[in-house]
């Protein structure tokens, strides 16, 4: 008869492991460990690791990745949680039936990835916020993921765009350089 209360209790105590994590995150960020690092294995991992969620969303998901894309040299543990802060904002932004694009392409010196939903979009008078700690429009949020994020790819040397439209979706684009191996820190 306890069961339901302790499926409660367990998801609110994973909502609080989550919000020390970027807090820790965020507070004390670690340092950088720079290897070869494949995007397109990163992205793939991460939609794998939250394909529940997107089913359970009946989320439609869009994937094209340049297979020709260099690898880049950087953190791989730190482009990983970019990838999953971005890919997990998208879904959360969505009703059920939504739309999810991820793309990467490869340019001179750099690699780009895209990621697309079909979301409520993020209201102009937010818009200059959403990369401020603790600033969040969510029930559950901690409001350090889109900071994070941008932390990570400005440690890359690369930048972060938001382009939203209100109740029409946003699209956030990462470019991080491919950094020479003799530029390793």
Known sequence: PKKPI?????VQMERMNLAVNDLLTYARPAPLKFD?????????RTLSILNSQ?????????????????PLTADKKL????????????LQAMEPGGRLAVSTVGNDGSVSVSIRDTGRGIPARDRMNVFKPFFTT???????????????VEQ?????ELESVENAGTTC?????????????
């Open 79 to 90: 482009l990983q949680q970019l990838v999953w802060n971005l890919i997990l904002n998208a």
């Open 54 to 70: 997107i089913l359970k969303k009946n989320i439609g998901v869009e994937v094209s990745l340049d297979r020709k894309l260099p």
């Open 173 to 185: 684009t990462v470019r991080l350089p491919l950094i020479p191996e003799e530029d390793k820190a």
């Open 138 to 152: 969510k029930h559950q949020g901690t409001g350090l993921g889109l900071t994070i994020s941008r932390r990570i």
């Open 6 to 10: 302790v499926g409660e209790m367990m």
């Open 36 to 44: 070869t690092t494949d995007l397109n294995g990163i992205i793939e």
């Open 156 to 160: 890359h040397k690369g930048s972060i």
